[in-house]
């Protein structure tokens, strides 16, 4: 009799014990069950969040053509084989052409809708930026300019729109070759149309820029971008000689030049 009632007392602890376990197992159950649909939630918020900009991070390569207008402010004298020629002066000379060019540019995703990419371009083709007038007593055509091997290097914070639209700007450092190119002191010889200068003068500055960039797909976008380009005012020199060498002469004078442009593009983002 007494060990029944033992029995019949473990029997009963042992169910208690097993009902207890299966509530708790329960409403543990419950909770896990509850807040994961939250977490879950959260993190494809956050990835949706994320993907605006992480659509254009990584390396981009573009390929561009344009337009730039290109001014020059002048009024002064020039100087020929180390001799000022007081009696004379330059004019300034303005000029538009045509651009063609390549660049290439890494970019940074910093928040969900923020990059900063850092980049070059590269003009592919020589640009046309005008032709100086020189004035004492009468009025002659003077130096032809050209900007060769145009160069920058730049920062661009961007600000993403949606998932296939961002706006940018742009700030950086330029630099070009400038040719100067003159007819007017050539000899009479119709074998000797110009001089063509043997030293091209090295311009540097700064640009600045804005921009809007469309994705078409995964890789591929398109740019509008317009950009002000100011060099540092040089004195240009230049070393002339013509074909037979009887005729050679040096020649300097201040320069600056500062454009606009204007370009369209299209690009592979990888």
């Known amino acids: 009799m007494k060990l029944s009632k033992i029995l019949l007392l473990l029997l009963t602890a042992s169910s208690a014990s097993l009902a207890l376990a299966g509530g708790g197992s329960y409403d543990d159950s419950n909770t896990s069950s509850a807040a994961t649909p939250t977490a879950a939630l959260a993190n494809s918020t956050s990835q949706k969040e994320m993907k605006l900009s992480d659509g254009f991070k990584g390396f981009a390569l573009e390929f561009s053509g344009g337009y730039q207008d290109t001014d020059s402010n002048g009024d002064s004298s020039p100087v020929v084989n180390g001799v000022p020629q007081t009696g004379v002066t330059t004019s300034g000379f303005d000029d538009s052409d045509s651009i063609y060019g390549i660049g290439g540019s890494y970019n940074f995703a910093i928040s969900e809708k923020y990059l900063l990419g850092i980049g070059f371009d590269y003009n592919l083709n020589d640009i046309d930026i005008g032709k100086s007038k020189a004035t004492g007593g009468i009025t002659i055509d003077w130096n032809e300019y050209e900007l060769k091997d145009l160069f920058s290097v730049y920062i661009k914070p961007q600000l993403v729109i949606d998932e296939d639209k961002l706006i940018y700007a742009k700030l950086g450092y330029v630099s070009a070759d400038l040719s100067i190119m003159n007819s007017a002191l050539r000899p009479s010889s119709p074998d000797d149309s110009e001089y063509v200068s043997s030293s091209n003068e090295s311009m540097h500055g700064y640009t600045v820029g804005a921009g809007y960039k469309q994705a078409f797909s995964q890789s591929f976008f398109g740019f509008f971008e317009v950009n002000y380009t100011q ?31 204007a370009k369209v593009g299209i690009g592979y983002q990888f």
Do not use: M, Q
């Not at 040089?234 to 320069?255: F, H, I, M, Q």
């Open 231 to 261: 060099f540092a005012e040089e004195s240009a020199l230049a070393n002339y000689a013509n074909s037979c060498g009887c005729y050679d002469y040096t020649y300097s004078s201040d320069v600056d030049i500062d454009f606009y442009a």
